[in-house]
């Protein structure tokens, strides 16, 4: 079974992931679930938090993680079927997966949306180029619409330090200085909707999220006790809520025209920056945001600085979420 994105999973298999991180946070689960085995994870993109935690996770799991980087560790790679390979890609996956796919017990990848041809990259062509060749597992360790390793460490801290039940819950935009993929907002608001939380998503005009992506959120959210409002008032957004989730994005027709995407939010700095004033609004809500984050630019000194900031122990759930979900497609 492959981990591409969380709606692939039942609401159940989900909460199994969260016990079992928590468990193995305490302590209580140290079993070498992946002794004898690698996991490969490639890399498109640069990485902190994900290549650092599943290399951990995986040799505390008792396994050994092989670390490649296309075009630097290893070949370039072309995921496109039927094309003349004259350019500059050496190596079709065709034969990249189902070579790798001998050695290792799965295949981690990352890669981002180039942010070129929105039609093209919602479909996540490289993801699943690789799940289509694969015969082992594969695991989204971002793509360019999906993020679901950062979604479930993003729920299992909500878990923590809310409790458990349905929140209030923000998902904000902010301004970036250059227009940024729409995994992690996509698969947080997904997961939030899949555990029964009441969403809201705040963004300006233009910021608006895919279509399908939406209708399959208030799906979730129905189908769990869950809600979801989208608004562009990210003043009253923030009234009352459990969780402020902070994360910029790029508007869908500004791929490929990254400048116009920059001129039409010149403006919106100072408004959507998350500050003390709005969090003055919610209820003693935490702060939350999946690093990195520029500072004074997506949230004030005095948000990330607070006690209500829990960015750092969201980063570590990466640990332990991921652990819990290796566990689960390998450990057979």
Not at 113 to 121: F, G, I, K, V, Y
Not at 147 to 161: F, L, N, V, Y
Not at 214 to 235: K, M, P, R, W, Y
Not at 250 to 266: L, M
């Amino acid at each position: 079974m492959n981990y591409l994105k969380t709606s692939d999973f039942s609401r159940d298999e989900l909460e199994g992931f969260i016990v079992k991180a928590l468990d193995i946070k305490s302590g209580q689960n140290a079993e070498k679930l992946l002794a004898g085995k690698s996991v490969a994870l490639v890399f498109f993109n640069p990485s902190l938090r994900t290549r650092a935690s599943m290399q951990v996770g995986i040799y505390e799991l008792g396994g050994n993680a092989v670390i490649l980087e296309p075009g630097g560790t290893s070949w370039t790679l072309e995921h496109r079927d039927g094309v003349v390979m004259d350019g500059n890609k050496t190596e079709h996956l065709a034969e990249f997966v189902r070579v790798l796919e001998r050695y290792v017990s799965a295949i981690g990848v990352r890669t981002f949306a180039e942010l070129q041809d929105w039609n093209t990259e919602r479909t996540d062509p490289i993801l699943n180029a690789f799940s289509k060749y694969a015969g082992v597992p594969i695991i989204n360790l971002e793509s360019a619409m999906h993020h679901p390793c950062q979604s479930m460490a993003d729920m299992m801290t909500i878990r923590e330090k809310c409790g458990a039940g349905k929140k209030k819950v923000l998902l904000t935009w902010a301004w970036h200085p250059k227009p940024l993929p729409m995994a992690v907002p996509n698969s947080f608001a997904l997961a939030a909707a899949q555990f029964g939380h009441d969403l809201t998503i705040a963004h300006p005009t233009g910021y608006e999220l895919d279509e399908e992506l939406l209708a399959e959120i208030e799906h979730h959210a129905s189908a769990n006790g869950g809600s979801v409002e989208i608004t562009n008032d990210v003043e009253s957004a923030y009234d009352g809520v459990e969780v402020v989730y902070a994360k910029s994005w790029g508007g869908k027709q500004f791929y490929g025209n990254a400048d116009t995407d920059i001129a039409h939010r010149v403006n919106l700095r100072e408004q959507w920056i998350v500050d003390e004033a709005k969090m003055s609004r919610t209820n003693d809500g935490i702060f939350m945001h999946c690093l990195p984050v520029r500072r004074n630019v997506i949230v004030t000194d005095g948000v990330i600085d607070s006690a209500n900031s829990v960015v750092i122990d969201e980063a570590e759930n990466r640990l332990h979420v991921q652990k819990a979900i290796l566990s689960g497609l390998l450990a057979r």
